[in-house]
Each structure stands twice: as C-alpha cells, then as structure tokens.
C-alpha cells in the first residue's frame, strides 16, 4: 500500500506519535546532555579555583632573597632617579652590606659577591668604594674590599654579537670568580643604564626589552 506524505502529518515524522528533532538541539553535538552539562560545570569551577586571595602565594612563600625584602635573587631591577641623586651610592651601600653579611637598614642580606660594571664615572668608583670601606671594622673592610668586583672595559650592552659578548664575558667571570672563592655571586651592577647602551634611545621599547632580556640572562646564569 502506498501513502501520501500527508497522511503521516498528524502522527509525526514516522507515523507512529515520535516526534524527532536533531541532536544538537539538546546538546552541542558532542555528546549527551548531561555529559556537557557535567564538562561545562568542571570548566567553571577549575575557573574559579584560578581566583585566589591576593594575599595568597602561588608556591612556596619563602622566596630566595639578596637583600630580605627588597632584592630577589635572579631578578633583574632597576634604581632610578634625577642625575646626582645618589643612584651609585645606593649600590655601593648594597655592596657593602652584601659582601659583609650585614643587615641593611635592619633587613637581613644573603652574604656574597657583589661586581659592578661601571660604564660611568668608572675612575671615580674606587675612591667611593674606599671611603666606605674606612667607616668599617678591618675585618670588615677587607670583606668589602675582597668581594667586591669592579670589572674593567666591561663593554657596551648594545644589539648583536657586541651585546651578546659583553653579556658573555659577564657571566664568565662571575662563574670564574665563584670557582675561586667558593663564594655565590650575589648581584651584578650596570652603572649606568643609559650609558650601558650608549648609542640607543631609552625611549624605544625594542631595546629597554632586550637590555631586560640580557639582564635575565645573566641573572640566571650567575644567580645573581
């Protein structure tokens, strides 16, 4: 027997009362209702449990410090201010505190080697160096004195292979030194910044990033 389409229109799709829709008008295709719904609830809550307290650390809460507080080991920072106020000084006072294993400003440091590479005014910093080194103990003043580095001709930080060798150069002697001494190099001075890359603009991303990148090189690379 042959029938007319319309005569199933009363009794759905296949004649019998069933009426079907497609799959995706329940799901989003991929699978069961309840399979999404339960998928979709566990996006959420992995989510939320992403949203923690401010005060909440993502590992562990101690963290290797230089100076407790102020100056993380491996992590590159910068002192900036005016012309004349005071930038040297300030390393040179870390330096001391560092090499001797003495608190600064009442915050305990982790007792090192300190280098400087003084781009700037580099014949005047060991003058500045001694006059600090006479306010301390003599014990104290030959740790100072002992560990704290100033290299020589250190080069420019520019781009290419000159920035690249200089950057080189840089962790070759810490990790030389270290052999010597036994001792961590503790941090690396670039004094100063603009003349570090002499020859560049402060003002061009491109090369604030990459002065940063080489910075985390080293700091890696040494420790420091």
Not at 18 to 38: K, M, V
Not at 114 to 127: K, R, T
Not at 131 to 156: H, I, N, Q, T
């Amino acid at each position: 027997m042959r029938h007319h389409p319309d005569d199933y229109s009363d009794f759905g799709m296949d004649g019998f009362g069933a009426s079907f829709a497609p799959l995706d008008a329940y799901t989003d295709g991929s699978g069961r209702p309840e399979d999404n719904a339960r998928e979709e609830a566990d996006r959420k809550e992995k989510l939320l449990a992403r949203l923690i307290s401010a005060a909440e650390p993502d590992g562990d809460l101690a963290r290797a410090y230089v100076i407790k507080g102020v100056i993380l080991q491996k992590a590159p920072g910068l002192i900036f201010g005016e012309s004349g106020a005071a930038k040297t000084a300030v390393l040179i006072d870390m330096a001391k505190a560092i090499t001797t294993g003495a608190d600064y400003y009442g915050r305990r440091t982790d007792p090192g080697f300190v280098i400087m590479l003084a781009v700037e005014d580099a014949d005047g910093i060991p003058s500045r160096v001694e006059a600090e080194a006479r306010r301390l103990s003599d014990a104290d003043a030959d740790l100072f004195r002992d560990r704290y580095r100033r290299l020589k001709d250190p080069g420019l930080w520019l781009r290419g292979k000159q920035g690249d060798k200089a950057v080189a150069e840089v962790i070759e002697v810490a990790e030389l030194y270290k052999e010597i001494t036994g001792l961590p190099c503790r941090m690396i001075q670039v004094d100063t910044m603009p003349k570090a890359i002499a020859g560049e603009t402060m003002n061009d991303d491109a090369v604030i990033t990459e002065f940063v990148m080489r910075a985390q090189r080293i700091a890696e690379a040494t420790g420091a």
